[in-house]
């Protein structure tokens, strides 16, 4: 067999359409691959599962900063609005991780369960009264994509008149595409204010929190958490509940309905998490030192994404005589692992399960508008996230 030498793009239209198909031929590898995250910039996807616990846990081959990568790629590169250094508990190792990551997850901790169902509960039905009279709705755009958008930027703080404006930038700077970097700065003006205020006159709300931690972090450490923190909780959510959304919609086990079917909406999240999960490879990390690993060759330097999807595909427990997931031994990668697991898990589920729930109860006679296969997956190396998500049903008042 004769194994395809050129990086691999993982950015493109093709991908979105089917990366599971791509994975497999990345695995004509080996556990690790090149690929090509963007035009012209390289990398290397680790596609086995062990390989990849392996990464995410050695902190002393691998680092998180990504300041000598960045040099070898051109300034406007639309990865770095993502990939690019900032002093975040993403791109920082050892005890400044730790400093950093302390206050994040002292700030999470702060999501009182009851209180944030009731907010997600009131917040859905907010958003279905806007549709429900109507028939018709794209659940990506009227709801999967404005909930989660909803209940941070009301934890946050953010000014109502700019809820949308944070909504457009975090979307804008995960797609990788030339307009990332401007996204980013839309987000980053909009926090850089809200610290300043804050510093002045704190409030009850999550950006004072950040800005009046005892950790003491200085006005750009707390910019840098606050704007990481929005991203990670709203574009991982939003596709959650888009993805989990899309498999009760098409899969004959949950009888083409949010209600009615053998399987709940935890469920089929847990097989969203395992297949199509919303984060697909990232996990940057950096070899320090030339290296060997899992028999390929890395130049120090080099960098390295974790693909949590082609991880879980390998490594996904066995179904049931009714097709769902059995508990396995090995558990599924899409929050990562070691000591930059995502601290955000527990909000994220309480948020998309009750999404889907409080849709369902609403509107249980739900079904595509659009044939599933001529759905659109929006295109990018990091994501696994629809474009839209079409549907009909029978109209209901408010």
């Not at 963007?38 to 596609?47: C, F, K, Q, R």
């Not at 169902?117 to 404005?146: N, S």
């Not at 079917?261 to 089929?268: D, N």
């Amino acid at each position: 067999m004769t194994v395809e030498t050129r990086p691999t793009p993982i950015h493109g239209p093709v991908f979105a359409a089917d990366p599971q198909l791509v994975y497999e031929r990345l695995r004509r590898h080996g556990p690790v691959a090149p690929v090509e995250v963007a035009p012209g910039v390289e990398a290397l996807l680790v596609t086995d599962y062990q390989a990849a616990l392996d990464l995410l846990r050695d902190s002393d081959t691998f680092s998180k900063d990504s300041r000598a990568w960045q040099r070898t790629v051109p300034p406007d590169s639309p990865l770095l609005p993502v990939l690019g250094y900032r002093p975040t508990a993403l791109f920082s190792d050892g005890e400044t991780h730790a400093r950093y990551r302390a206050v994040i997850t002292d700030a999470l901790a702060l999501f009182e369960p009851h209180r944030l169902q009731r907010q997600v509960a009131e917040t859905a039905h907010r958003l279905i009264d806007r549709f429900a009279a109507v028939g018709r709705a794209d659940l990506i755009a009227e709801y999967a994509r404005q909930l989660p958008a909803s209940v941070l930027t009301t934890w946050f703080g953010v000014p109502e008149a700019q809820h949308a404006e944070v909504v457009a930038a975090i979307t804008g700077l995960i797609e990788s595409t030339a307009q990332a970097g401007a996204a980013y700065g839309k987000l980053l003006a909009v926090v850089t204010a809200m610290v300043a205020e804050r510093r002045a006159r704190p409030r009850h709300d999550l950006a004072s929190w950040f800005v009046t931690h005892p950790l003491g972090l200085d006005d750009d450490e707390a910019i840098r958490q606050i704007t990481l923190t929005m991203i990670a909780g709203h574009e991982p959510t939003t596709n959650l509940i888009g993805n989990a959304l899309l498999r009760l919609l098409t899969d004959a086990r949950y009888a083409g309905s949010l209600f009615g079917g053998a399987m709940t909406a935890h469920q089929a999240i847990d097989e969203v998490l395992w297949h199509e999960p919303p984060l697909a490879n990232l996990s940057a990390h950096y070899s320090r030192y030339d290296i060997v690993f899992h028999g390929r060759e890395i130049k120090a330097g080099t960098l390295l994404l974790v693909s949590y999807a082609a991880a879980n595909s390998q490594a996904a427990p066995p179904t049931d005589d009714a097709g769902a997931l059995r508990s396995g031994e090995s558990a599924h990668l899409a929050w990562a692992a070691g000591p930059h697991a995502c601290p955000a898990r527990d909000p994220a589920l309480l948020i998309s399960i009750t999404a889907i729930e409080q849709l369902g109860s609403r509107l249980s006679d739900l079904e595509l508008a659009a044939p599933a296969e001529e759905l659109l997956w929006r295109p990018g190396p990091f994501h696994r996230a629809l474009v839209h998500l079409p549907v009909r049903f029978e109209p209901v008042a408010g």
